[in-house]
């Protein structure tokens, strides 16, 4: 069955390139001028015909077009306001005169559509044709002067042109029309033309009806026949009445190819490139209107979040175009057990989102359970390659308590979240009262008042003391941290704002304040540089991938008055063994500035040892989960005992944190640890202050030596 499926997306794939070769084709080679305007009325791209006709020098691409030279007087204006009313949703239809330098003066007959099906979105494309009616004008004007003449161009003009009575019959056709519908004249006369309409398409004279008020005796309209092979063909119709015979002349101009343009670009507009399913603009527009919908007739939907687990394996050991293909296969999986009149969509990257109306919340749990069996019982297949899928799905309930369309996202964003903290391939249904949701929501919160104390400069400098176990030492060894003060003075919890930067790409941010202020301050108290042995500064796994960052880190360490070798960056192990390659590149040029480095939380990785000798590292500091019980836990002693054992084979320093007690520091002692750090050794404060403290030669708060640190315990 997953042979068939991916021969089935093989031949998806060809297809779709045929697809897109024939739209290319036909925006290009049609015969109708077709342009597409930006949404302030700029030509982003217009096909042959169109350039053919203008002329390519009238042609400007750094104005709206109708500020163009080739439009009669007070052409311009009226093409404007037909723009704006065509963004507002309007279709607009008229006829202008246009002065080609090539072909001298043309009438036009001028449309405009908005091809972005989101109507609240400004920002949509305005799909822009224009007809060249000079000869039909001539035309119709020759059939009122001659009726010879007009039977002559009637029977040869290239548009469809019918004659019917009051009872729609048709009383008339033209050889052009008899060949485009595929009948032949004596099959088309005596009928109805209703009965060669595709649908239920309104009669010529109920058009005439319903727009009897209209200054002008012609009425168009786009309507699709039925041709010989049951097959649809638009046409588009121009009506006009001729009194003479009481008779409607039916004018119609072949735009199947215009209509296949449209439908291919709003396709486009409205679906994902690669699955084929709905994309994010379309989802964010359908899930307002469930909400609403929701509200207003208490009908209960089910929102689903689901982010594949892991996904960024397949692309790093398969490629980017595997990665495709997985996604593909993701969504016909996703398709097969879609409940009916659901909205299935891609919303980018390994995301995906689906809306089940009439979900009850026993329902909402049984089809998320049944999306990871589903995807948890399929394999996927790459040259030689076997992957299997798990996804983490956030669920949340639209009822009568849902709020603004972000807020109901943003929810069951978090709902996913949870799901992965708890372990990944589950589900996690989102409750007002779940308290883990409400820290992740709170962490929400916290990224504009991230922003705002960046923008004011809110963030503080604190430092904890390091100290030297084994000897004695008059320097100052310390830690930077970073706190974060609100609007009414209080310090913000760092497990919170913390969190928050990571999981929505702000660490970076503050890394670079806590960089910039950290190397400011020391190089304006010369009194501290001096006594400075070294000054240990985090950096978030984040800022390490980020090569804006990178580049402003290097700068502001060649250029600063500190020296390198005064500074040391710490990461934690996690990031580092995340983005191996990223972080050994990284930590290379570093240390040739100067700078030593030191991989934090060591051990929590578990795989640590096998990547330690890779990694160019001066200092590891030993993960406090295993320190904080070595007095009364053997196996944590072991521990803390080999990683120190092994760092010091490697020519590396340790530091032992959550330093709490004596009994740990002692036994740190014992192990020959370099350095402890904790509450034992003191307290963050902030970074004048506890340099003030550490350079009293007598601190009765911040000891100076082991012995006086386990003295004061005492």
Same mark, same amino acid.
């Given at each position: 069955?997953?042979?068939?499926?991916?021969r089935?997306m093989?031949?998806?794939?060809?297809?779709?390139?045929?697809?897109?070769?024939?739209?290319?084709?036909?925006?290009?080679?049609?015969?109708?001028?077709?342009?597409?305007? #930006?949404?302030?009325?700029?030509?982003?791209?217009?096909?042959?015909?169109?350039?053919?006709?203008?002329?390519?020098?009238?042609?400007?691409? #750094?104005?709206?077009?109708?500020?163009?030279?080739?439009?009669?007087?007070?052409?311009?204006?009226?093409? *404007?306001?037909?723009?704006? *009313?065509?963004?507002?949703?309007?279709?607009?239809?008229?006829?202008?005169?246009?002065?080609?330098?090539?072909?001298?003066?043309r009438?036009?007959?001028?449309g405009? /559509?908005?091809i972005?099906?989101? %109507?609240?979105?400004?920002?949509?494309?305005i799909?822009?044709?224009?007809?060249?009616?000079?000869?039909?004008?001539?035309?119709?004007?020759?059939?009122?002067?001659?009726?010879?003449?007009?039977r002559?161009?009637?029977?040869?003009?290239?548009?469809?042109?019918?004659?019917?009575?009051?009872?729609?019959?048709?009383?008339?056709?033209?050889?052009?029309?008899?060949?485009?519908? $595929?009948?032949? /004249?004596?099959?088309?006369?005596?009928?109805?033309?209703? #009965?060669?309409?595709?649908? =239920?398409?309104?009669? &010529?004279?109920q058009?005439?009806?319903?727009?009897?008020?209209?200054?002008?005796?012609?009425? *168009?309209?786009?309507?699709?026949?039925?041709?010989?092979?049951?097959?649809?063909?638009?046409?588009?119709? +121009?009506?006009?009445?001729?009194?003479?015979?009481?008779?409607?002349?039916?004018?119609?101009?072949?735009?199947?190819?215009?209509?296949?343009?449209?439908?291919?670009?709003?396709?486009?507009? !409205?679906?994902?490139?690669?699955?084929?399913?709905?994309?994010?603009?379309?989802?964010? !527009?359908?899930?307002?209107?469930?909400?609403?919908?929701?509200?207003?007739?208490?009908?209960?939907?089910?929102?689903?979040?689901?982010?594949?687990?892991?996904?960024?394996?397949?692309?790093?050991?398969?490629?980017?175009e595997?990665?495709?293909?997985?996604?593909?296969?993701?969504?016909?999986?996703?398709?097969?057990?879609?409940?009916?009149?659901?909205?299935?969509?891609?919303?980018?990257?390994?995301?995906?989102?689906?809306?089940?109306?009439?979900?009850? &919340?026993?329902?909402?749990?049984?089809?998320?359970?049944?999306?990871?069996e589903?995807l948890?019982?399929?394999?996927?297949?790459?040259?030689?390659?076997?992957?299997?899928?798990?996804?983490?799905?956030?669920?949340?309930?639209?009822?009568?308590?849902?709020?603004?369309?972000?807020?109901?996202?943003?929810q069951?964003?978090?709902?996913?979240?949870?799901?992965?903290?708890?372990?990944?391939?589950?589900?996690?249904?989102?409750? &007002?009262?779940?308290?883990?949701?409400?820290? *992740?929501?709170?962490?929400?919160?916290?990224?504009?008042?991230?922003? %705002?104390?960046?923008?004011?400069?809110?963030?503080?400098?604190?430092?904890?003391?390091?100290?030297?176990?084994?000897?004695?030492?008059?320097?100052h060894?310390?830690?930077?941290?970073?706190?974060?003060? =609100?609007?009414?003075?209080?310090?913000?919890? &760092?497990?919170?704002?913390?969190?928050?930067?990571?999981?929505?790409?702000?660490?970076?941010?503050?890394?670079?304040?806590?960089?910039?202020?950290?190397?400011?301050?020391?190089?304006?108290?010369?009194?501290?540089?001096?006594?400075?042995?070294?000054?240990?500064?985090?950096?978030?796994?984040?800022?390490?991938?980020? $090569? %804006?960052?990178?580049?402003?880190?290097?700068?502001?360490?060649?250029?600063?008055?500190?020296?390198?070798?005064?500074?040391?960056?710490?990461?934690?192990e996690?990031?580092?063994?995340?983005?191996? !390659?990223?972080?050994?590149?990284?930590?290379?040029?570093?240390?040739?500035?100067?700078?030593?480095?030191?991989?934090?939380?060591?051990?929590?990785?578990?795989?640590?040892?096998?990547?330690?000798?890779?990694?160019?590292?001066?200092?590891?500091?030993?993960?406090?989960?295993?320190?904080?019980?070595?007095?009364?836990?053997?196996?944590?002693?072991?521990?803390?005992?080999?990683?120190?054992?092994?760092? /010091?084979?490697?020519?590396k320093?340790?530091?032992?944190?959550?330093?709490e007690?004596?009994?740990?520091?002692?036994?740190?002692?014992?192990?020959?640890?370099?350095?402890?750090?904790?509450?034992?050794?003191? /307290?963050?404060?902030?970074?004048?202050?506890?340099?003030?403290?550490?350079?009293?030669?007598?601190?009765? +708060?911040?000891?100076?030596?082991? +012995?006086?640190?386990?003295? !004061?315990?005492?």
């Open positions: 069955m997953l042979v068939v499926t991916i089935q093989r031949r998806s794939d060809v297809e779709l390139s045929r697809s897109q070769a024939l739209f290319e084709g036909v925006f290009d080679q049609s015969f109708q001028h077709i342009g597409i305007l #930006d949404p302030s009325g700029i030509l982003v791209s217009g096909n042959l015909a169109l350039q053919n006709m203008i002329g390519h020098g009238q042609i400007k691409y #750094d104005r709206p077009f109708w500020r163009w030279s080739c439009w009669q007087q007070g052409g311009g204006e009226t093409l *404007r306001q037909a723009f704006v *009313r065509a963004k507002m949703g309007q279709i607009s239809s008229f006829e202008i005169e246009l002065k080609s330098r090539e072909q001298g003066v009438m036009l007959e001028l405009f /559509k908005a972005d099906l989101d %109507d609240n979105d400004e920002g949509g494309l799909l822009f044709e224009a007809r060249d009616i000079t000869v039909r004008r001539q035309t119709e004007e020759k059939l009122r002067d001659s009726e010879v003449g007009y002559l161009l009637y029977e040869n003009q290239p548009v469809m042109l019918l004659a019917v009575d009051q009872q729609s019959r048709i009383q008339s056709v033209n050889q052009f029309a008899a060949d485009l519908l $595929g009948y032949s /004249k004596r099959e088309l006369l005596g009928h109805k033309v209703t #009965d060669f309409y595709f649908g =239920d398409e309104t009669p &010529p004279q058009v005439m009806a319903q727009s009897s008020n209209e200054a002008t005796p012609v009425w *168009r309209r786009e309507l699709r026949y039925r041709n010989a092979k049951g097959r649809a063909v638009w046409i588009r119709e +121009t009506i006009r009445f001729m009194p003479s015979n009481l008779q409607l002349l039916l004018v119609g101009e072949d735009i199947s190819d215009n209509q296949e343009l449209r439908r291919k670009l709003e396709f486009q507009a !409205s679906h994902d490139y690669l699955t084929h399913l709905f994309n994010r603009n379309y989802f964010e !527009s359908e899930l307002e209107r469930v909400i609403t919908l929701s509200a207003e007739q208490h009908i209960d939907y089910a929102l689903f979040y689901i982010d594949l687990d892991q996904f960024k394996v397949i692309n790093d050991t398969a490629g980017h595997a990665g495709d293909e997985a996604l593909k296969q993701v969504a016909l999986l996703l398709s097969g057990i879609a409940p009916p009149a659901s909205i299935l969509a891609r919303l980018g990257g390994d995301e995906f989102a689906m809306l089940v109306p009439d979900c009850t &919340p026993a329902r909402a749990k049984a089809l998320g359970e049944l999306i990871l589903t948890g019982s399929n394999e996927f297949f790459w040259r030689k390659n076997r992957f299997n899928f798990s996804a983490s799905i956030g669920i949340r309930l639209i009822d009568q308590t849902a709020g603004s369309p972000q807020q109901v996202h943003a069951a964003d978090t709902a996913c979240y949870a799901a992965k903290d708890e372990g990944r391939n589950r589900l996690h249904i989102y409750h &007002p009262d779940d308290e883990e949701l409400k820290r *992740r929501e709170l962490e929400m919160v916290y990224v504009n008042r991230i922003h %705002d104390a960046l923008d004011e400069k809110r963030f503080e400098l604190y430092a904890q003391q390091i100290l030297p176990v084994a000897q004695d030492s008059s320097c060894h310390y830690e930077i941290l970073v706190r974060m003060r =609100d609007r009414n003075g209080e310090m913000a919890n &760092p497990g919170v704002f913390l969190p928050s930067a990571e999981r929505y790409n702000l660490a970076h941010l503050i890394d670079r304040y806590v960089i910039e202020h950290t190397l400011a301050w020391l190089a304006s108290a010369p009194q501290a540089l001096a006594q400075l042995e070294l000054c240990s500064i985090n950096l978030s796994g984040q800022s390490m991938g980020n $090569g %804006d960052f990178v580049g402003f880190l290097e700068s502001a360490l060649r250029t600063s008055a500190v020296p390198a070798e005064k500074i040391c960056l710490e990461i934690t996690t990031a580092a063994i995340g983005n191996l !390659s990223e972080a050994i590149s990284l930590f290379a040029r570093l240390k040739q500035i100067g700078c030593q480095i030191a991989l934090d939380d060591f051990g929590s990785g578990l795989s640590s040892f096998g990547y330690l000798k890779r990694i160019p590292v001066d200092i590891i500091k030993i993960d406090g989960m295993f320190v904080r019980d070595i007095a009364k836990d053997e196996m944590d002693l072991a521990m803390v005992k080999a990683i120190n054992d092994l760092a /010091k084979t490697m020519g320093k340790t530091v032992a944190e959550f330093v007690g004596p009994e740990i520091l002692a036994q740190l002692a014992k192990l020959g640890v370099d350095y402890a750090q904790g509450y034992l050794i003191g /307290k963050p404060c902030p970074l004048p202050e506890l340099v003030a403290s550490l350079s009293q030669q007598y601190s009765p +708060t911040v000891p100076q030596t082991p +012995t006086e640190v386990l003295q !004061s315990a005492d």
